[in-house]
């Protein structure tokens, strides 16, 4: 809650808390817009592959000319960072190979890391926190981001001594979306293809919220970052409104939907005959916790919480997020209190590539949000189990076997570089957290 004081503090001193943002996509163009009406947070340098189209993401965001011309562009985030002209370095590729490789440029160079790359979090996030603490800075989660929201309320629900009985967020699912592929994503979401190509939308990112990827990664980051479980045989997404969110998003033994309590899952904003969800909450997230006692519950009552019939189960809810519009909180947290707003400290989810049709020997697979996988959210030990290839590594990758559709693909189906970095770092997470059986 002092946040603001401190940089404050920092502003009239002339010690500007300093960024270097790789990546001027959408979330990093909507950081980018809050940057000139907070005083004492400077942009030190911005990279991006195209580094005219990020000069040009400033401009429509707002900056003016003299913003722009005293920030450095570059196409080198390794390079960047090691000129160690910032305080913090955010991650807003959405590569898990190059988030990695940032991520570890960063903390090798002293300087604090925000993950927003979930991608990247996901495929070895456990490491790079504790490398990052082992180097006495902070690697955290993008507050603004679902799984930094939801970590924060689950953080609250268990300081004021409630027991977390599931945590998540809200998206528009139906089951026959984990096939849809880029050639018909945009019916989904009531647009033609020419007018998301005027609007610069990427068919195969806005896919992967479709399908199921996106819900799986994130899911997947919240249970590594709080210490929740995930649902044995992947996520549910029930469909559920806020106001019904203590009645389904409690333990079957107690009449809700969960296997157990202290689960990770996702609601629907669709019923499953497609009709919309009353008071849905598809941009939100969410936590159900349970009363610890008689009196706790009164209090519920007394309140004015949404409980269940028992009146030990409520919820509560965060409607919105505004992802790189909120990023600000991360930065300064890391900045300035050395704290994460999120961070993984165990390996309990992970993501699966699953076939979206059947898939040949010889195909070459083409990751998140494409043709050929979605990912499945899976308990990090039964994907070690089965061999699951994570979905982080299931692009540009060629089978070996045939995959039948619907059916897991394993790291022996594919062909494997054993020398790549990437690959190299997950199997060193792997080896780091694996959850003892």
């Not at 349970?290 to 019939?309: I, R, S």
């Not at 899976?378 to 070996?400: D, E, F, N, T």
């Amino acid at each position: 809650m002092n946040l603001h004081r401190l940089l404050s503090t920092r502003h009239a001193a002339g010690n500007p808390v300093r960024v270097a943002l790789i990546g001027a996509g959408k979330f990093g163009s909507m950081f980018l817009s809050q940057v000139p009406h907070t005083p004492g947070l400077e942009v030190s340098v911005i990279v991006d592959l195209d580094r005219d189209r990020a000069r040009e993401a400033c401009r429509t965001v707002g900056w003016d000319h003299a913003l722009i011309a005293k920030t450095a562009f570059t196409d080198d985030g390794v390079r960047a960072i090691a000129g160690g002209a910032m305080d913090v370095v955010v991650e807003a590729t959405g590569n898990p190979a190059v988030g990695i490789r940032h991520a570890r440029a960063a903390i090798a160079a002293g300087k604090h890391v925000v993950m927003v790359n979930v991608e990247a979090d996901v495929l070895a996030g456990p490491l790079l926190a504790e490398e990052a603490r082992k180097a006495g800075v902070v690697y955290s989660l993008a507050y603004g981001d679902q799984p930094a929201l939801t970590a924060e309320m689950v953080d609250w629900a268990r300081a004021t001594g409630f027991r977390v009985v599931a945590a998540g967020k809200g998206t528009k699912y139906l089951p026959a979306y984990h096939d849809v592929t880029p050639d018909g994503v945009w019916s989904h979401y009531g647009l033609t293809a020419g007018e998301a190509q005027s609007a610069g939308m990427n068919p195969q990112m806005f896919n992967s919220f479709l399908d199921g990827t996106k819900s799986a990664i994130e899911m997947a980051a919240i249970a590594n970052a709080c210490g929740l479980d995930v649902p044995s045989d992947g996520l549910l997404f029930p469909p559920c409104g806020v106001d019904d969110l203590p009645h389904v998003m409690r333990p079957r033994d107690r009449g809700g939907v969960l296997e157990k309590a202290g689960l990770a899952e996702v609601v629907s904003s669709l019923e499953r005959d497609g009709r919309p969800v009353f008071r849905d909450l598809r941009w939100g997230v969410y936590v159900v916790l349970e009363a610890p006692n008689d009196y706790a519950a009164d209090c519920f009552k007394q309140y004015g919480l949404k409980t269940d019939a028992s009146g030990r189960y409520a919820a509560m809810y965060k409607p919105y997020h505004l992802i790189g519009l909120e990023l600000n909180i991360s930065i300064l947290s890391a900045a300035l209190r050395n704290e994460p707003t999120g961070q993984p400290h165990a390996f309990r989810g992970d993501v699966a590539a699953v076939a979206k049709r059947n898939l040949r020997a010889g195909e070459m697979l083409d990751g998140e949000g494409g043709y050929t996988v979605w990912g499945k959210l899976m308990p990090a030990a039964k994907s070690l189990a089965v061999g699951a290839l994570p979905i982080g590594l299931a692009h540009r990758v060629k089978l070996k076997n045939d995959v039948a559709h619907g059916a897991v693909v394993r790291w022996s189906d594919v062909e494997v570089d054993a020398d790549n970095d990437t690959i190299r770092t997950r199997r060193a997470m792997e080896a780091a957290f694996a959850p003892k059986r």
